[in-house]
């Protein structure tokens, strides 16, 4: 049974974004075919939730490979997308420091039903607790039309360059 949603994501108007992609690519790494968060239409600092999409296009770099035939979005790029978005959260209003965030695990994560190419997903993230200058915890959904497609938690940590 999926999880009340976070927020209702019919209530928000996703053509008129808040930070477009240019603004996500000055706070988030990922570049080229690992960019999976193409903009942001709500912020509310006072609950710590996010509200953005991705984009789904039918020329996706795993489209002609993941089910040929039939193209099935990888739950793993579902999860990478929130945690663009949480990632953009952590690092836009500065949660916990450091270069960059990255994964420090999942939990409870549940794929509700497919998502295939030509389709927008919209992403919701909450931050549930932060350990400052370590980690951020987030809950997080996605969803097609309005239908949950997925849900779970996800920590993210801080890496330093000078970790490597």
Not at 15 to 24: C, E, K, P
Not at 83 to 103: M, S, T, V
Not at 116 to 139: G, H, M, W, Y
């Amino acid at each position: 049974m999926p999880s009340a949603p976070i927020v209702d994501v019919t209530k928000y108007d996703f053509s008129n974004t808040l930070y477009d992609l240019n603004d996500i690519r000055r706070v988030n790494p990922q570049r080229h075919e690992m960019e999976q968060l193409t903009a942001v239409v709500h912020v509310d600092e006072s609950t710590d939730t996010i509200v953005g999409y991705k984009t789904i296009g039918d020329k996706e770099f795993w489209s002609a490979g993941h089910m040929p035939g039939f193209p099935l979005m990888p739950g793993v790029v579902q999860c990478e997308c929130a945690a663009q978005l949480g990632g953009f959260y952590a690092r836009k209003y500065d949660l916990i420091g450091g270069d960059y965030l990255g994964f420090g695990g999942m939990d409870a994560v549940r794929f509700r039903k497919p998502v295939f190419p030509n389709s927008r997903l919209d992403l919701v993230a909450k931050v549930t607790r932060v350990r400052a200058r370590k980690l951020a915890q987030f809950q997080f959904q996605g969803f097609v039309d309005g239908q949950m497609m997925f849900e779970g938690e996800m920590l993210g940590v801080i890496v330093n360059r000078d970790q490597v």
